[in-house]
């Protein structure tokens, strides 16, 4: 099984990287790509019409700004897509997510918050989950996982605050 | 193969109405519910942790302002869940779609537009379609109809605009 | 001398014809399509790589929510693309502006005001009139013509608020 | 007398601890747990239906981004919940803002400013003295200090800017 | 027991009324004002500070615009305020929902939603519960109410839906 | 003593008119006028260079969307000028407010609210009232006025809610 | 002549001490404040209503966050008020701005830009010009030395930029 | 062929510059010039009056805050206008950028991303390429080497994350 990983730029590879660490831990493989919606349109496009046939599952979009990348995966193929909003140094990152999550009727992008690469990631290996029993068992394993991580940090902080009890 | 569409108030419906006339086009069951993830959380929780057990194999969650729903169904089910952030009389809809948006991470929620009714129901249909190829052929034969219904407008405008040549 | 007028839907229209009426006013050609980054993507990027040798020289692209037609435009095409928000149900306008403007470095999109067909027009006969002077000339005109409106509306108002003086 | 201090992630905690030490300074206790609506929605769940019991009187919740926490404790007792808004990388706080304040209709979060911890721990002691004479004495002493302390401030500013005078 | 209601101006007046239903209902008196914080200060203030003499254990304040009412009445008495912010004509009630919740250190009003009449209401009555036993055990037969109002609308939806099955 | 009134289309005037009434009841005199910042800038500026020596002491100056003609009035005179934005039919008035306040570093104008025709009109006999002792009577009067008004309207209200004590 | 300037919180004197040096540039002196409208309240009104009588002819009111401080000024004084607004640490200064500028009808604040201390001060000499032309003729003064700064900017961008030409 | 590239301030260089260097990239001239719409109106009406005379063929006014400049050139100039909102400290540059794209109808202004130095300076050369073959050409080529660099960073990337696949 594989996620189709695409940026809009390499600068948005450290949020990406977030989502590759999650696809890793599932033991998903991942493509990725440096594609542009306005720079390399005919590769984005290429991408995104040769995406299903490559094996790819579910695609990864990462942009800024006016984020295109995300809609132009989505208008050309048929398998889910997620946007992933990517913070600029203006305007706080609403550009983003409103040009990637106010997609117009009929090509739908399943959008997370803005640089939530992680969320990314699990999103993809969850769409994948439905296909893949395997997947639905071990995001079973992850969530109990964070659960006891916040239960560590619950009594931490029972212990840490101990003196306004 | 069925689809959970749950709504935080019956004054949802004609939005999430849209979602199912997709789901019905594509021969996707539905189980339909209104479930408040404030004002009755117990059977929100008891909907979400029995969805698997259900057969349910994906979540639309649709609710207005402080919109919490999508995120208890995706806190308490490992399958992927799609928040459909409903406008309300105040603040144009931003409220409820940044509370769906920005989940923590661990937990996304795939998000759509505001009011993106349709396009909650496409997403789960492909979400789906990673499943069943017979999705994912329907789907591309519906793409190629709303292409078709666009060329038309297309030399309809065409024809229309004759006298600005 | 011709423009290109794109358009995501044909909802769009009703503000693409105050664009149109002032390209006829100026006596400049155009033409006019309905073309979704989305749902007609092919035909879209035809348009765009096809425009030049068609003989347009300027395009105007308004499209409404997550507006990346006329960046999908300008990303193909070497000559300068208009773009024109246009208002849809929610968020009052602010996903298309900033869908459009926002623009990567690299590919701009001139961008006018939220339904602001008119200026997309005007904008679009300013551009053309780098190389006609007729245009300049007109334009000229237009200008003396808009301020002479003025200056009968201020008259009328100086008359209006005598009781005020 | 006890309040509930509850936060979706110990990264709140530097905002939180504005809170406990309010309620220190007003010899209030304070329970103070880490839960997340999110990835441990039971134990979230539990603590706010026990509170009651447990001697609670007043909850706190802390929570960034789609910030559900304040909601999901609201929602499972019937005592009064405030809700405290952290900010988070993106946004400006206006995604916890709305996700909190926006409540619908039946089930309230009073809520505070944006990283108002103090404050959170004042409107809790203000609750309390509903019940308690002795919190209302404390905060009208409480009261006064702020105020000699403006007014120190107000002397300090008086011979500071003497020379504007 | 008492509440002291006040709104800035007698159009607020829809909003407010709401508030009132819920007190009447859960037998809680108020005492309902017209004050303004900008037109009629002298008289706000001695509201505030004549409040707790009166026998009001809570205040509840609405204003629009540049809302200043409800923090003008958390600075002038030690009870808990709750404020509500009422939309007016422009910026959709943002400017109201600012101006009232990001109060400065140590003057809390407790915010709710925008036009949030009944759920001002509810908090008043919570903040009360933590002294009025019998307070408490009808906001908990009071949500129970709610829930099982959902549950017929539930119900209904169900049936309604039958046909998506 | 005299006001100039600019607006910079004949569209504001439902709004401007109301500032007119607040002058003509203060007896001060209005030079009222259609001038476009952008359409007649000539006349724009011969208005704001002239003003002085015509015998106006204070300046009005209502626009909307990109609202530059406060700003264009501010700096052709060293009068002070106040600022009235218009509410237009996209963005709430966001934009013509921002366009006006935030005025660079030199060139103040004086701002009012959103469409706040009667407190432009209100500031601009306030400002004239550091000269003219007559104005600042008669603006206490208005004040004395307005509190009896918001005194009547606690009394309705108070007669009102009777059944609410 | 004498402007009365207060401030909410003495964080705010960076902002306000660039006020404080136009009035001193301009040879005006200023009575200098710490007051605030929520901890200080009636040394708030005390100082609002006294003014005039203090002979202070202008107030300037800078405040943060809900800033209710230029309002409650402009409340009890006849006076012009102008409303500084100050940048806090969220939200990027829209809360203090539209709790200043928002004002309802009958009380105006003259608003300035967030953290415009300068022009406050600007636009504090300019109404106090109304009555003393010695200031109106200063102010053409000043203005002419900003003039001849952007000029002088003006000539070393075009040394500095020759290579472009 | 020439550019006019006028800012509204010295501290809008170092984003200028960007445009500058574009200019330069593709043998076009800019006559630079730092004019202030506030400061030194008469020298800014000057310079777009004159601007055709002396041989410029577009015109790039950047401009912070309220951000008028861009709009004074195009009142008074029938060349096209470039508009490059500047960032400033506060609003995120939301304040610059609706002030120049929201012009009224008539007199358009072609909006670029804030901060976008780069992308006015590309839409300069665009503009004058309507004209130019030469421009035209070398935008292609230009366009080309950008997506040549796309295609080395994704062959970058590819290589980098061979460990995912």
Do not use: C, W
Request: hydrophobic share 45%; glycine share 8%.
């Amino acid at each position: 099984m594989k996620v189709g990983v695409v940026m809009g730029s390499d600068s948005d590879y450290p949020v990406v990287a977030k989502a590759l660490e999650i696809l890793k831990a599932f033991d998903v493989k991942a493509t990725v790509r440096v594609l542009s919606a306005h720079r390399t349109p005919h590769e984005a496009l290429d991408f995104a019409a040769g995406a299903e046939e490559e094996g790819i599952e579910v695609i990864i979009a990462a942009a800024g700004k006016s984020a295109h990348l995300p809609g132009v995966m989505a208008a050309l193929t048929a398998m889910p897509v997620i946007g992933l909003p990517i913070l600029s140094s203006t305007l706080d990152g609403l550009d983003s997510l409103l040009s990637i999550v106010q997609m117009p009727k009929g090509i739908p992008v399943a959008t997370v918050a803005i640089n939530g690469g992680e969320n990314a990631g699990i999103l993809a290996v969850q769409m994948l989950s439905v296909k893949y029993p395997r997947l639905r068992e071990a995001m079973k394993t992850y969530r109990e996982k964070m659960r006891e991580e916040v239960l560590i940090k619950d009594q931490d902080m029972i212990e840490k605050t101990r003196n306004y009890r």
